[in-house]
């Protein structure tokens, strides 16, 4: 088995300004408040970060902000994949220009029952159009994009491109499949999109997670990580799943949002864009929760 470094990758939300811009400096400020509790790097732009009510314009100026931050681009995997190639290849080749480690790339997801034959060459025109220094880390989330990132065609993108496929965020929330990925190309980091289940995806030769309840529980789920199966690994395990499954049983988003807004004490970064609206009061009560059980965060 290989031995690779095991991270927290935060899908960092975008906070919205009253009138639902892209609040930057809030935006900056979190992301470096993530990182300084733990997180080894951010995957913004994803679906977390409500990336496809965004416009490429405004992904293009919220990564820009964050380098000029001072944050190390090699901490980002911002998410470039898009219904439009033309868009995947702007937002790409503008992450690889900055220097980041990577773009985390869905499919186009607009049309469904689509070919292995077409997604590959979808994101064969990419990197063709992005060139050598582009890496690519696959977004498999089927149940919200329809299209799903088979075993065959990570097998024929790694063949023809090797290295530029650089990992996979397996979001289907079916473990089995997340290990077979790891099983078959174990030169790949293959990230979980739960917390819960970093000691399964550790021991089976992964690479850690990128988790929406990151936003929230960033300190637990690094100590988790730094803890893995010492002393304190059963207690840690049970505080990030404790958080999870409360994140679980809400309309994920907007919780996110509402519990980073209570741990942070400013209700604006509650707010979402449409078609989403913000949790409403029957929820107050799990956000609570969530909020006491992550404890105390970098504001």
């Given at each position: 088995?290989?031995?690779?470094?095991?991270?927290?990758?935060?899908?960092?939300?975008?906070?919205?300004?009253?009138?639902?811009?892209?609040?930057?400096p809030a935006?900056?400020?979190?992301a470096?408040?993530?990182l300084?509790a733990?997180?080894?790097?951010?995957?913004p732009f994803?679906t977390?970060s409500?990336?496809?009510s965004?416009?490429?314009?405004?992904?293009?100026?919220?990564?820009?902000?964050?380098?000029d931050?001072?944050?190390?681009?090699?901490?980002?995997i911002?998410?470039?994949?898009c219904c439009?190639?033309?868009?995947t290849i702007?937002?790409?080749?503008?992450?690889?220009?900055l220097g980041?480690?990577?773009?985390?790339?869905?499919p186009?997801f607009?049309?469904k029952g689509?070919s292995?034959?077409?997604?590959?060459r979808?994101?064969?025109q990419?990197?063709?159009a992005v060139?050598?220094?582009?890496?690519?880390y696959l977004?498999?989330?089927p149940?919200?994009?329809?299209?799903p990132?088979?075993?065959?065609?990570?097998?024929?993108?790694?063949?023809a491109?090797?290295?530029?496929?650089?990992?996979?965020?397996d979001?289907?929330?079916?473990?089995d499949?997340?290990?077979?990925?790891i099983?078959?190309f174990?030169?790949?980091?293959?990230?979980?999109?739960?917390e819960?289940?970093?000691?399964?995806?550790?021991?089976a030769?992964?690479a850690?997670c990128i988790?929406a309840?990151?936003?929230?529980?960033?300190?637990?789920?690094?100590?988790?990580?730094?803890?893995?199966?010492g002393?304190?690994?059963?207690?840690?395990?049970?505080?990030?799943?404790?958080v999870r499954t409360i994140?679980?049983?809400?309309?994920?988003?907007?919780?996110?949002?509402?519990?980073?807004?209570?741990?942070a004490?400013?209700?604006?970064?509650a707010r979402?864009?449409?078609?989403?609206t913000e949790?409403?009061a029957?929820?107050?009560?799990?956000i609570?929760?969530?909020?006491?059980?992550a404890g105390p965060?970098?504001?």
């Amino acid at each position: 088995m290989m031995s690779r470094k095991i991270e927290l990758f935060v899908p960092a939300i975008t906070p919205f300004a009253a009138d639902l811009s892209v609040d930057t400096p809030a935006f900056v400020a979190r992301a470096t408040g993530l990182l300084n509790a733990g997180a080894h790097g951010l995957a913004p732009f994803g679906t977390t970060s409500e990336a496809n009510s965004l416009t490429v314009a405004e992904r293009v100026a919220a990564l820009e902000a964050l380098v000029d931050s001072g944050i190390d681009p090699a901490q980002l995997i911002p998410g470039t994949g898009c219904c439009a190639i033309a868009d995947t290849i702007t937002l790409s080749s503008h992450a690889t220009g900055l220097g980041c480690r990577g773009v985390l790339m869905l499919p186009p997801f607009y049309y469904k029952g689509v070919s292995d034959e077409g997604v590959f060459r979808a994101f064969a025109q990419v990197i063709e159009a992005v060139g050598p220094d582009l890496r690519i880390y696959l977004y498999h989330i089927p149940q919200m994009s329809g299209v799903p990132i088979t075993l065959p065609l990570i097998q024929r993108l790694i063949e023809a491109f090797g290295d530029q496929i650089a990992g996979l965020k397996d979001s289907s929330g079916k473990w089995d499949n997340t290990a077979a990925v790891i099983k078959a190309f174990p030169q790949i980091d293959t990230y979980s999109a739960s917390e819960s289940l970093i000691p399964e995806n550790v021991a089976a030769g992964g690479a850690g997670c990128i988790s929406a309840s990151s936003n929230v529980n960033p300190r637990g789920i690094r100590a988790l990580i730094d803890g893995l199966n010492g002393a304190d690994h059963d207690a840690l395990h049970e505080q990030v799943s404790a958080v999870r499954t409360i994140f679980e049983g809400v309309p994920l988003i907007p919780a996110i949002k509402a519990a980073v807004a209570a741990q942070a004490g400013r209700e604006g970064l509650a707010r979402v864009r449409p078609p989403f609206t913000e949790l409403g009061a029957d929820h107050s009560d799990a956000i609570a929760e969530a909020v006491r059980l992550a404890g105390p965060q970098t504001r």
